[in-house]
Antibody
Framework: EVQLVESGGDLVQPGGSLRLSCAASGFIFSDYAMHWFRQAPGKGLEYVSALSTNGDITYYADSVKGRFTISRDNSKNTLYLQMGSLRAEDMAVYYC????????????WGQGTRVSVSS | DIVMTQSPDSLTVSLGERATINCKSSQSVLFSSNNMNYLAWYQQKAGQPPKLLIYWASIRESGVPDRFSGSGSGTDFTLTISSLQAEDVAVYYCQQYYSTPLHTFGQGTKLEIK
């Protein structure tokens, strides 16, 4: 059974940093591109970042470019999102997702981890 | 960026009746080289992550009941639930992956039971 389990969400002050993790199981992690999305309270879904199978190609939404870094450790079946210079508008539930057919079809999602940004 | 706009924002339908949700993209998501529409639909129940229902505009994901169907091409798409069940209460999102991996979603349509 495919499982994605996010962790690392927390309450952080504006300007602070946080690292999210997404532990994958039930599939060959290194065969799939991976993604981070977020959903602010009561809002819709927003793309954050994507990463190629071997981690050499990264993509970022303009809203997080230069502040967030996506990475993966295929030996640990884990995806990461290093978040820095956090702002109030970064407050959301963060989901990791797997895609098949390259980056196209987001077929499995984790349950999400909540990031709160407040002083 | 490709902007996805759904209508209506909310929908109330009686059990057993048809529910129809529309989605319009700001530019065509039909890729001419393979004649495929890069459009998916997701269902998100309260407190849960999104679930892939339909991809390539009309192909049901494995395990999705056949009361769910997708149609449309180019810039205009529709998700239809032929006979609404209680478990279908959710927010539904359309999503384009034409500009993958920069996926963009519609604002969502909240579906409730009358």
């Amino acid at each position: 059974e495919v499982q994605l389990v996010e962790s690392g969400g927390d309450l952080v002050q504006p300007g602070g940093s946080l690292r999210l993790s997404c532990a994958a199981s039930g599939f060959i992690f290194s065969d799939y591109a991976m993604h981070w999305f977020r959903q602010a309270p009561g809002k819709g879904l927003e793309y954050v970042s994507a990463l190629s199978t071997n981690g050499d190609i990264t993509y970022y939404a303009d809203s997080v470019k230069g502040r967030f870094t996506i990475s993966r450790d295929n030996s640990k079946n884990t995806l990461y999102l290093q978040m820095g210079s956090l702002r109030a508008e970064d407050m959301a539930v963060y989901y990791c997702a797997r895609s098949r057919e390259g980056y196209n079809l987001l077929d499995y999602w984790g349950q999400g981890t909540r990031v709160s940004v407040s002083s | 960026d490709i902007v996805m706009t759904q209508s209506p924002d909310s929908l109330t339908v009686s059990l057993g009746e048809r529910a129809t949700i529309n989605c319009k993209s700001s530019q065509s998501v039909l890729f001419s080289s393979n004649n495929m529409n890069y459009l998916a639909w997701y269902q998100q129940k309260a407190g849960q992550p999104p679930k892939l229902l339909i991809y390539w505009a009309s192909i049901r994901e494995s395990g999705v009941p056949d009361r769910f169907s997708g149609s449309g091409s180019g810039t205009d798409f529709t998700l239809t639930i032929s006979s609404l069940q209680a478990e279908d209460v959710a927010v539904y999102y359309c999503q384009q992956y034409y500009s993958t991996p920069l996926h963009t979603f519609g604002q969502g349509t909240k579906l409730e039971i009358k």
